[in-house]
């Protein structure tokens, strides 16, 4: 059974820095775009920043250009976000995800990936 586990949320004061991680189990994702999304409440799940399987190719939501970065760890099945210079509006629930087909390029859609975390709260005091 496939699943994702993301880890590292919590509260900060803005200008602060969090890093997010996700460890995938069940299967091997080395060959698949892993991306970030997040979701505030009341509005819908946004795009964060995805990476190609071999890191080749990275997208990035224009609101986090400069301040989040995203790596992986394909040995370790794992994807990571470092964000850093965080606001109040980058307060949501992060959720990590795996491509549905591999090779590619990271999509920026919510349908262009079928396996998701369960989501860390990542909260931003002004």
């Known amino acids: 059974q496939v699943q994702l586990a993301e880890s590292g949320g919590g509260l900060v004061q803005a200008g602060g820095s969090l890093r997010l991680s996700c460890a995938a189990s069940?299967?091997?994702?080395?060959?698949?775009?892993m991306a970030w999304f997040r979701q505030a409440p009341t509005k819908e799940r946004e795009f964060v920043l995805a990476m190609s399987w071999n890191g080749g190719s990275i997208a990035y939501a224009d609101p986090v250009k400069g301040r989040f970065t995203i790596s992986r760890d394909n040995a370790k099945n794992s994807v990571y976000l470092q964000m850093n210079s965080l606001k109040p509006e980058d307060t949501a629930v992060y959720y990590c995800?795996?491509?549905?087909?591999?090779?590619?390029?990271?999509?920026?859609?919510?349908?262009?990936?079928?396996?998701w975390g369960q989501g860390t709260q990542v909260t931003v005091s002004s």
């Open positions: 069940g299967r091997a994702f080395s060959n698949y775009a």
């Open positions: 995800a795996v491509s549905v087909r591999p090779w590619g390029l990271p999509g920026r859609r919510v349908n262009d990936y079928n396996y």
